[in-house]
């Protein structure tokens, strides 16, 4: 039985909790389990993203979808979960919640879709009076979308959500994209034979600039030469924040800094990283990301993207690029 378990704390803090899944993919005839915590769950964009992308895949392979635990999922709710499931979901009450600030779960079919979703960014998340998080903001969610699109190979396209956290110190937005399609290591391995020895390998390639190739138009060009998944890596480490990579029985996670005053270092090869995690997983199909950028921390973001791009050097070398 196909069946998707979610967790008090689905979050990119407690990544591994969620992203492990033992059965999400069962091939069989019966309906699929979708089950909350009993008491609460908090999920953040990458939970969010997984899950309506795993709906899809259910309904595409004819299973019916039962939920569980719906007690209290009005944020789900709220972010348009239940209806890329084709759940009915009707909350006896409405709790009171902060107006905005959230990209509500998105389906992506195809790249000239991109580009009126990242439109919709400023008004959706109320980054109009804060220009370069928003150019941030923008760049990565771009990046994101068109790195899965373009080696999902999924019917389903990909689903992407957000969200401006600003209830708490460090302000920060979240990011994730999700699909469920041939995944990294299968996209890969037509170009580089390597990707296929393993997911894990698949993913460290994947992040590295200069292998994943360009795609022209407005959101991937021949200037990013296969760097967006390093670059959207660096901006998260930069401002502080987490970035997440997970396609079929690997994942990948590169951990917060310390403090805002913590010297940042960036490795071209991600498992050079001293401040990564990176778990085996029971199988996820298809590829989900992630990230998060502490807003506060870009004062100016053209040159913070300057800054890093020129410094990207061949996918051959070792090199360490170090913030100042």
Avoid at 57 to 86: D, S, T, V
Wanted: a neutral charge; one cysteine or more; glycine letters at 8%.
């Amino acid at each position: 039985m196909a069946k998707l378990t979610v967790p008090n704390s689905a979050t990119l803090h407690q990544f591994k909790g969620f992203v492990d899944q033992p059965a999400a993919f069962a091939d069989d005839a019966g309906p699929a389990i979708l089950e909350f915590h009993p008491n609460w769950a908090h999920m953040e964009p990458l939970a969010l993203s997984m899950i309506a992308a795993w709906g899809a895949w259910c309904r595409r392979h004819g299973k019916r979808i039962e939920p569980r635990n719906l007690a209290r999922m009005q944020y789900a709710a709220r972010m348009k979960l239940f209806e890329h499931l084709e759940v009915d979901y009707h909350p006896k009450q409405v709790e009171h919640e902060e107006a905005g600030r959230f990209l509500p779960i998105t389906r992506i079919l195809r790249r000239e879709h991109i580009g009126p979703v990242i439109g919709d960014v400023s008004a959706l998340l109320h980054l109009d009076d804060d220009p370069e998080s928003l150019a941030a903001v923008q760049y990565c969610a771009s990046e994101l979308l068109r790195n899965v699109l373009e080696h999902s190979g999924s019917p389903d396209g990909a689903f992407v959500c957000a969200h401006r956290f600003t209830d708490a110190e460090p302000h920060r937005v979240s990011i994730a994209v999700a699909d469920c399609g041939q995944g990294i290591s299968a996209h890969l391995s037509r170009v580089h034979p390597e990707a296929s020895e393993s997911d894990t390998v698949a993913l460290g390639l994947a992040m590295r600039p200069g292998v994943t190739g360009a795609v022209p138009g407005p959101y991937g060009t021949s200037d990013n030469a296969g760097a967006g998944l390093f670059i959207t890596r660096s901006i998260a480490k930069g401002t502080g924040g987490y970035f997440a990579l997970l396609s079929g029985h690997a994942a990948f996670r590169q951990r917060r800094s310390r403090s805002a005053e913590d010297e940042v270092t960036l490795f071209v090869d991600p498992y050079d990283d001293p401040r990564h995690d990176k778990y085996p997983l029971r199988g996820w199909q298809g590829t989900a990301v992630a990230l998060e950028i502490r807003t506060e921390r870009i004062a100016d973001y053209g040159g913070f993207f300057e800054w890093i791009f020129k410094r990207i050097p061949s996918r051959k070398t070792k090199t360490k690029i170090r913030f100042t």
